[in-house]
Each structure stands twice: as C-alpha cells, then as structure tokens.
C-alpha cells in the first residue's frame, strides 16, 4: 500500500475515534453555563416585576420613564421604532448620517449592564422597599455579584470549546486530508486494489462524505 494511502486510513481512523469526542465537546454546554442560561431568562420576569415595585411607590415620571426603558433593553426590545425606507431616503437628501442603533443589546455583559443601572436608580429611589425579598436592594446586589461571577466563569470555557470546534473542523472538513478527501482516495485505492465488482468495493462504493459550505 503506497505510504500516501496509509497516512489517509490514519487520517480516518483517528476521526472515526476522536470526532465523537470532539463533537461531544464541541456541542454540549457545560453546566455552569447551562444555569447561567436560566439565570439570565428569569431576569425578564423580575424586572418587570421591579419596575411594578417602583410604580407603586415613585410618582417621579423620569424614574418610571428611565425604568421601563431599561427593563425593555433587557428584554430587548427597540425603544424607539426603525425608520422606514422612506424617511431613511428623506435623511439621506437632507444630507443628515442615517445610523440606527441595534435594538438587541441583550447579550449578558450588557444585561448585567442594564440590571446594574435599575439597581442604581432603585437605590436613589427613597421609598423603594418592596416586601418581597427577591425584589429588595440586598437581594438584587447578590443577584448581580453571582450573575457578574458566573459570567466570567463561563466565558472561561468558552476558548476550549472554540479550540474544540476548530480540532473537529481540522480532522472532520479539511480540503485535503479531511474525511471526504480520504474517504475519496480510499475508494479510489480499494476499487483499483480489489476491482469494482469485487465485495470489497461493493461494501464502500455507496458511502458518501460531503464537507459542509462555509458560511
């Protein structure tokens, strides 16, 4: 067997016995950030809840106002409606910059952002104490903290999962030495090797790899 072929059947060999590991790795969450997930979806329900709290007390309509503004950028809703067509045109004419802003800054550095802005306006807030405790300045500070916490330890993991993704890219798609190229030369050895109606060939002629399209 030429020295060629048998690099290629180690080729396939080692991504027949490491690719479900590095695919494993490469798709599972870890369960730290499996909880930092839950953490961060229960945030939506508790500010609204926050800013009901602080309705109920604050008659100060910028608070109200600064509130609920903030309480839609964690959810992530646009606070101001995307200019059509025709007005982004009827700028442009005027010779004014069109730039709009992306309505989703809910990515969780900018919620940890937004919460820790509530938390501020809520203590500058005189008459914000709500009986519930999950709802309390003490409560929301530790919710933070760990939220803060949890965050950078999560994005810890995420360059060995990165460097996971781009191992089972290397051994899985690669051009040349990826498992369709090999697979490719493989047949090509065996249907030579054996002859095509051999049962040998036959076992492999209907196997097909394909190498996924970069987006």
Do not use: W
Not at 64 to 69: D, N, Q, S, V
Not at 132 to 154: F, G, R, S, T, Y
Not at 155 to 173: D, E, F, H
């Amino acid at each position: 067997m030429k020295p060629e072929i048998e690099i290629i059947m180690g080729c396939l060999k080692l991504t027949y016995y490491e690719s479900p590991f590095l695919e494993k790795t490469a798709r599972e969450k870890p369960e730290p950030g499996k909880k930092l997930v839950q953490m961060f979806m229960s945030i939506d329900p508790l500010s609204t809840r926050i800013v009901n709290a602080l309705k109920a007390v604050d008659d100060n309509p910028r608070n109200i106002e600064a509130a609920a503004a903030l309480n839609k950028k964690l959810k992530g809703v646009r606070l101001t409606a995307k200019k059509t067509d025709e007005e982004k045109q009827s700028l442009a004419a005027a010779g004014k910059t069109v730039k709009e802003v992306s309505a989703a800054q809910t990515s969780y550095d900018n919620k940890i952002e937004h919460l820790s802005q509530l938390l501020m306006l809520l203590k500058s807030t005189t008459g914000y104490q709500p009986n519930e405790p999950e709802l309390q300045i003490p409560a929301l500070e530790a919710l933070i903290k760990k939220l803060k916490a949890d965050n950078a330890q999560v994005a810890k993991t995420a360059a060995p999962l990165g460097s996971a993704r781009m191992a089972r890219n290397k051994i899985m798609y690669n051009k040349t030495t990826g498992i369709s190229a090999a697979a490719g030369l493989l047949k090509a050895y065996i249907k030579s090797a054996f002859g095509a109606s051999s049962p040998e060939y036959k076992q492999i002629s209907g196997l097909r790899f394909s190498t996924p399209t970069s987006k």
